[in-house]
């Protein structure tokens, strides 16, 4: 069968039509957004009313942002969740990956698997299943904290009382830093596997030959050749961070917590605009947190950057 | 001829023309179908009202878009702000009827040709004015109400000898009996301190007022009001009668379950939820009475709107749809009685159905407990920043029940949040 040449493609055209499914999806699902919402940072918007009720504002929107001291405390509970769960991830990571390197051979894609295996369960899921573990009365870790207060001598550590994890203030983000810790370690465990099996083993040879232990090989081997993977996951952990959603939305109902010390800026900014109608406002915050996403990523750029043999 | 043709092609932008026309939706033409978008579980009144409608416009098909509650208020808003896939007629709760009563997506129904004022008596007052914005434009027409209860345990309450008089006489009444609930049967008197605070706000609201603004968009939140109901939910903390857990989550449904909270105040359609799937194993145990202290309070309730922006010719049918489910006494009976959608339609009030006992409460006649209240509730005019105000208000009562803030503090810095809000 042969195809009429009126339908056939054209060698330039190819290519084109080619892209074109993805180019159209992005467009219509990544390019639109972003520059509606850039539009939308300028405009107040009544938006039961139509497109026609937008009016320009300029920069109103993110003088609100900047005073508004609910924007800056989400910020602050933003910082404090992205801290006590990203550096633990790679304070864990990094060494636990070096011993599956080094420890397991082949129940090692099992143990690797098992680590990544909440990185590709849903957000949602993994949520509701911590809201129950967490939960004062019926949850699971409570009542693993009630039979460990009944040893002798570290009973006397624990607390006597159920611990109410998610509607106590202060216990709510260290529930949620756990939760989030637990999900992204597995993933940065398999980042530096990767990254590990790039080091050359003659390396760590001469350095054995040369009388290294296995601490020093660690620190002058292995570390420094991590640091590009370092730098990436680092990365990864704070855009992820300053981002994050999902397990605090759902850990604290979609409020936020108890005087909202779960409210990240993400939930937030949505709240902002679905909750209480302020779409403008809400786009404008979303891009001062993409200016500060983007500034920390370049910060950690320059701190990671490879130094010539004079610096 | 297929040289011209292969040169047209060739440009990426025909290119790209012609896969988005490949992937538009055939635009299917709308001939004598309503759309009616609703959520559960009036979408099954709207289609229970199908036979009745058939029987006026034969040839009118309906076609129900049964969306969850979340989902369905998401999807209305996207629509009313794109004008783009709107339904004829739009269910709306409460909450979000205010909301949108500020845009102008929504037909003024106290105008010509729907002129609702002259069907306003037949509604219960409260809920056709919750529908009326300051301007005096009627947006929606009530279809399900949903008058304030206290429900409770008169096991529990008989085993801490407290009379069931007792527990709804008065504020200090209610904590007074949650101590002695809580003395003899551990069980906590309600399920959050918050829940005190959401009623005690609504009483002595003045006409003119909203619940944290007034007409003029002042900022109502230190008056007395506010003051009262944050002491009574700290005085429910400070004994320990809450079981710190919020409306709707795992932790409150268990409570009902196990039998560890022994009242709640909503909404008279509580009752079917704790029969249907919350608590059903405690059927017979629950009683319904008045709100304490002689508050009369609203909670949620739904209405039925025409978007602006819909479809011209359609308008007179919708208008007509949603005369049949609002204003029709059988209609409103039938959704009452299948859906527990409490009427908003004055006349069905006399009908028998009221008098029933209900087993789930013990064989009471609870819905004369809640007919009395849905004559009672007063209006509260809403204001377009009401759920900021709620979550400002929330918060500040967090402080003050979890970091021991000053109430007088709270208010003030309630207030101050507010009042940078207001006229945005």
Redesign the interface.
Known sequence: MKTP??L???P??TP??LL??F??LFAVFGVFPLAFSLYLAFQTW??????G?MQFVGLDNYA?AL?D??FWKSLKNTAWLALASGVPQHLVAIPLAYFIHSSFKRLRNGVVGAYFMPYITSTVAIAILF??LF????GLINVGLNVLSQVPLLGALLPADPV?WL???DRIKPAIAVLVFWRFVGFNVVLYLAALQTIPKDLYEAATMDGAGRLQQFFYITLPGLKPMIFFGVTLSIIGGLQLFEEPFILT?G?GG???SGMTTAIYLY?MA?????FGAASAMSWLLFILVAVLTWLTNRAFRPRGPGA | MGGGARRALSRPAWVLCLSLLALAPAVASAQQTLTVAAFPAIDEVVRAAIPAWQRLHPNVRIKVVSRQFADHHTAMTTALSTSANLPDVMQLEVGYVGRFARGGGLEDLSRAPYDIGRQASRFVPYALAQATSRTGAVVAVPTDIGPGTLLYRADLLAKAGVGEAEINRSWDDYIASGLKIKAATGAYTLAHARDIKDIVIRIGVQPGEGLYFDDESRVLVTSPRFVRAFELARQVRQNKLDAKVSAWSNEWAEGFKRGTIATQMSGAWMAAHLSNWIAPDTKGLWRAAQLPGGAYAAFGGSFFAIPRGASAANKPLAWQFIQLITLDRERQLAAFKTQDAFPALLETFDDPFFELPIAFLGGEKARLIWRDAARRITAVGVHKHDAFAEEVIDTELDKVLDRGKDIATALADAQRLLEKRAHR
């Not at chain 1, 679905?274 to 302020?278: E, K, L, M, S």
């Open positions: 040449p009126a056939r493609l054209s330039e055209s084109y039509v074109s499914p180019l159209i009544e938006p039961t009313s139509g497109f009720a609100f005073q001291e609910w809201s129950s939960s004062t009365d019926y109410d509607n106590d203030p109902g409020r108890s005087d909202q709240r679905f909750d209480f109608n302020d």
